[in-house]
């Protein structure tokens, strides 16, 4: 559904974006993860057609991305980063204008609503509007249509952790349904639950690309950790796969001596670490 | 096209909750009645005053282009002003990944408020006018002012971030329309200091239809469509 090869893209004439190369299939999540200011939003913008002063190649639904047509966007949903809604309308006024772009069929209004829990909030005015309604309905906007490829910019940034459960259980069901999903988002928990594979972009530039299975396994075994009292609070630890030949911990459990004892995997968050040398933001 | 047409409807609705977009689209109409009324009348007091057969009689051309001119500034105001709503609101570049595209909306906000401000245009000097104007002349001169009102709209965007900041542009853009009273009070080669604008030749070709007349205000035109839209683009994207 999307192949991009050595694309390069500047703002100012200085590289930016250098050499990206990938691929999506159909029913795939992909996730674009990296600092701020990586360039994730940017190559969001690339694909969707908004930026087309680029090199290499960027193909879309089986068209180079900057000799779209119009057409082109009754096949895509885009939610941007910051809301762009009409403030002084109502929410059911905003998707009815929305609706009326298109050409294709659309979901219902009311279901639309449903999903995202907005349904007694048809009427009000979106200048009336929390932040995370405003994402909901942002991010339902972009499936008014019920495109075939979906563009999510932090779709779940703002909500509450049960909102965001439920946008991602939505993400879920429209990959399951065929879907192609690109989706950014600096919640490594959300990257690792929700994406088939994801891209690590630092400074313009793929650093890591495969399934966040496969990027933790690389990290490294996971490890038990625990602590005990001897005159102060000690601790040790061991790799999972040795805690028969630590003779300590054996002791120690024969004893009952254990103050606390837990195991920890590699996490995303630890593989972001290790390829951008910093924290996320 | 029913996308163009929605968007341009949205437009209206956009116009119509903004008490103050909405007077400005009825102003060129009040001052249509004022000028239609209150000019002759003026006239008749000044004449007797000074005992004079004509005081603002050789200027009722002027009046007539002047509202002329009216009609599209203030609607090309009133679509920059959404224009940079939508900016504010990043609804350019959301409208802009919709099938109606970056063209449709710029054609639903530009193109058409200017149209429907040549129409407008045509209509209120019709009702209006001091001279009679014939029909051609105002058909052209309805077509050339929606013309510069869409270069004001051009550069109220390219010029401004927001709404306020656009309030004080436009009134920049005012100094556009300042082309329009020279030809009639400076005959000297001087007057071709303002020969940059386009409403001095607009003013000098309803005063004497001449190809070159006509000429210039195609070429200031198309040159100030040039250089207003490249910065117009930027603030878009
Ligand atoms: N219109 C623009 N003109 C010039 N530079 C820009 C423009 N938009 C973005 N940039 C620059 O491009 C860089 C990448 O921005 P981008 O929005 O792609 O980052 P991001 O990875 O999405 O960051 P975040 O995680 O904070 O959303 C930044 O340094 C930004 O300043
Ligand atoms: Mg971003």
Not at chain 1, 17 to 22: A, D, G, Q, R, Y
Not at chain 2, 96 to 120: D, E, M, Q, W
Not at chain 2, 157 to 170: D, R, T, Y
Request: hydrophobic content about 45%; charged content about 20%; proline content about 4%.
């Amino acid at each position: 559904m999307i192949r991009v090869k050595d694309l390069s893209f500047s703002y100012t004439g200085k590289p930016f974006l250098e050499n990206i190369s990938f691929e999506v299939g159909r029913g795939e999540i992909f996730g674009f993860l990296g600092p701020s200011g990586a360039g994730k939003s940017t190559l969001q913008k690339i694909l969707t057609g908004l930026l087309s002063d680029y090199r290499g190649s960027a193909v879309v639904n089986g068209i180079e991305v900057k000799r779209h047509t119009n057409s082109f966007y009754e096949n895509i949903g885009v939610d941007f980063e910051f809301p762009s809604l009409y403030e002084k309308l109502t929410a059911k006024q905003n998707l009815e204008f929305f609706g009326l772009l298109y050409q294709r069929k659309l979901i219902t209004i009311p279901d639309l609503l449903r999903m995202v829990h907005l349904e007694n909030d048809a009427d009000k005015k979106v200048s009336d509007f929390s932040k995370g309604m405003k994402s909901r309905l942002n991010f339902i906007k972009a499936l008014l249509h019920n495109p075939d490829i979906l563009f999510l910019d932090e779709p779940t940034s703002g909500l509450d952790p049960s909102n965001s459960y439920d946008m991602k259980k939505i993400i879920k069901a429209e990959r399951d349904r065929g879907k192609t999903i690109i989706l950014t988002t600096h919640n490594m928990l959300d990257a690792t639950e929700l994406c088939d594979r994801v891209a690590f972009i630092v400074d313009g530039k793929i650093k890591a690309l495969d399934t966040p299975h496969n990027l933790i396994m690389s990290k490294g075994a996971a490890k038990l950790c625990y602590a005990y009292f001897e005159g102060r609070e000690k601790s040790g630890e061991c790799l999972l796969s040795h805690t028969g030949s630590d003779e300590l911990l054996k002791k120690l459990i024969s004893d009952n001596k254990l103050l606390s004892i837990h195991s920890s995997e590699p996490t995303l968050n630890d593989i972001f670490m290790e390829i951008t040398g910093r924290a996320l933001q | 096209m029913r996308a163009l047409i929605s968007s341009f409807t949205q437009f209206w609705r956009q116009i119509s909750k903004d008490s103050m977009l909405l007077v400005v689209c009825v102003s060129p109409i009040l001052a249509g009645l004022a000028f239609r009324f209150g000019i002759p009348e003026a006239e008749k007091l000044l004449t007797s005053y000074f005992g004079k057969s004509a005081v603002l009689a050789p200027y009722y051309l002027l009046f007539d282009i002047f509202l002329g001119i009216l009609t599209p500034y203030m609607f090309c105001f009133a679509s920059a002003m959404v224009i940079l709503e939508d900016i504010d609101s990043s609804l350019t570049n959301y409208l802009s990944v919709t099938p109606i595209g970056k063209s449709g909306y710029l054609l639903s906000r530009l193109v058409f408020p200017g149209a429907i401000s040549a129409l407008l245009s045509f209509v209120i000097l019709t009702i209006f006018t001091l001279t009679n104007i014939s029909v051609l002349q105002n058909i052209l001169l309805s077509f050339f002012t929606a013309c510069i009102g869409v270069l004001i709209s051009l550069l109220i965007v390219a010029l401004s971030g927001n709404k306020v900041e656009g309030m004080a542009i436009a009134k920049l853009g005012g100094l556009f329309l300042l082309g329009v009273p020279i030809p009639f009070f400076i005959t000297g080669a001087e007057r071709y200091y303002a020969a940059v604008l386009p409403s001095f030749w607009v003013s000098s070709f309803m005063l004497a239809p001449s190809i070159w007349n006509a000429i210039g205000i195609v070429v200031t035109i198309i040159c100030w469509s040039g250089i207003l839209y490249r910065w117009f683009k930027k603030k878009i994207a």
